[in-house]
């Protein structure tokens, strides 16, 4: 049972949000307020609660679909183990709390995660990814935004760059991240009929695609001391990862992606939340070396 509610949640996806959030949140907090340990696990909650609904409502909106890809058809829902309606209303129950929690520590916060549902579970799910080639890019809009409602519940002013930092590096990662798995998987998108990058436009456009991307993604954690407080910690952090993505990308381009799929995919993974956690350890540092 607990094997299913997590598939129905992608409780994977789930975590990776909620320590997305988590960065975000302590990256806004403002060091003179006083930390209020309420705030900080509703906070994280009401993320838990949005992404878990959102994403087991992607399944009861696809669950047809999930049937025509040996990937997915395993899935609570497309697998028949959950009925749609059962999954639709966990999913929208879980919606309304992480909503209800969101809302009530930060409206900015609230209206973000509603923003990121709306999109998620509207344009997206029912057009852009059955219709489009490039359906990731606008796709990862609401992805990269669990990293702004935690920053948002903490400091409302959510179009500074500390937040702008935190939102691209989320959104610039989505793109090689969901590409390389759309190659990996490329057999099943077409059962599906889905025109993921890979069927539509080619091996060789996907790959471009993929290191346009990295480059943009790589080059934005350099430019962070432009976005956000940074100190030698950031070099020691930052320029190691740096260096293992693009090693990773050229050698998993060179082999035609035949090669270091599982290499750069963690690598992208691992450099994401490396990226996200840098300006947390500069802005908190003071607290373990005694000095800002």
Same mark, same amino acid.
């Given at each position: 049972?607990?094997?299913? *509610?997590?598939? &129905?949640?992608?409780?994977?996806?789930?975590?990776?949000? +909620?320590?997305?959030? !988590?960065?975000? *949140?302590?990256?806004?907090?403002?060091?003179?307020?006083?930390?209020?340990?309420?705030?900080?696990?509703?906070?994280?909650?009401?993320?838990?609660?949005?992404?878990?609904?959102? &994403?087991?409502?992607?399944?009861?909106?696809?669950?047809?679909? #999930?049937?025509?890809?040996?990937?997915?058809?395993?899935?609570?829902?497309?697998?028949?183990?959950? @009925?749609?309606?059962?999954?639709?209303?966990?999913?929208? =129950?879980?919606?309304?709390?992480?909503?209800?929690?969101?809302?009530?520590?930060?409206?900015?916060?609230?209206? $973000?995660?509603?923003?990121?549902?709306?999109?998620?579970?509207?344009? *997206?799910?029912?057009?852009?990814?059955? @219709?489009?080639?490039?359906?990731?890019?606008?796709?990862?809009?609401?992805?990269?935004?669990?990293?702004?409602?935690?920053?948002?519940?903490?400091?409302?002013?959510?179009?500074?760059?500390?937040?702008?930092?935190?939102?691209?590096?989320?959104?610039?990662?989505?793109?090689?991240?969901?590409?390389?798995?759309?190659?990996?998987?490329?057999? #099943?998108?077409?059962?599906?009929?889905?025109?993921?990058?890979?069927?539509?436009?080619?091996?060789?456009?996907?790959?471009?695609?993929?290191?346009?991307?990295?480059? =943009?993604?790589?080059?934005?954690?350099?430019?962070?001391?432009?976005?956000?407080?940074?100190?030698?910690?950031?070099?020691?952090?930052?320029?190691?990862? +740096?260096?293992?993505?693009?090693?990773?990308?050229?050698?998993?381009?060179?082999?035609?992606?035949?090669?270091?799929?599982?290499?750069?995919?963690?690598?992208?993974?691992?450099?994401?939340? $490396?990226? !996200?956690?840098?300006?947390?350890? #500069?802005?908190?540092?003071?607290?373990?070396?005694?000095?800002?």
């Amino acid at each position: 049972m607990l094997k299913t *509610y997590a598939d &129905l949640t992608k409780f994977g996806i789930v975590v990776f949000s +909620v320590l997305t959030g !988590l960065a975000g *949140y302590a990256t806004g907090f403002q060091i003179e307020h006083s930390f209020d340990w309420k705030i900080f696990l509703e906070t994280l909650l009401g993320i838990y609660f949005l992404s878990s609904g959102s &994403l087991a409502l992607n399944q009861v909106q696809d669950w047809k679909l #999930d049937q025509k890809m040996a990937r997915t058809s395993k899935r609570p829902i497309a697998s028949g183990k959950i @009925k749609p309606a059962a999954g639709g209303i966990l999913s929208v =129950a879980f919606i309304f709390v992480g909503l209800q929690l969101l809302f009530g520590i930060e409206p900015v916060a609230g209206w $973000v995660g509603l923003v990121c549902v709306v999109f998620y579970n509207g344009p *997206y799910t029912l057009y852009l990814k059955k @219709k489009w080639a490039y359906g990731a890019v606008p796709g990862a809009f609401p992805g990269a935004l669990p990293v702004t409602i935690g920053y948002a519940a903490a400091n409302p002013d959510i179009f500074n760059s500390e937040s702008l930092y935190l939102f691209l590096i989320m959104f610039l990662w989505q793109m090689p991240h969901f590409w390389v798995l759309a190659i990996k998987y490329k057999d #099943d998108y077409a059962a599906g009929g889905i025109p993921v990058l890979p069927v539509a436009k080619g091996l060789k456009e996907t790959l471009f695609q993929i290191n346009l991307y990295t480059l =943009a993604y790589v080059g934005v954690a350099v430019a962070a001391p432009l976005f956000v407080h940074a100190s030698w910690l950031y070099v020691l952090l930052t320029v190691p990862f +740096v260096f293992k993505v693009l090693q990773e990308a050229y050698r998993y381009t060179k082999s035609n992606a035949q090669e270091r799929f599982l290499a750069f995919f963690m690598w992208l993974n691992v450099s994401m939340l $490396v990226f !996200l956690v840098i300006p947390v350890i #500069d802005k908190w540092n003071f607290l373990f070396i005694g000095s800002n």
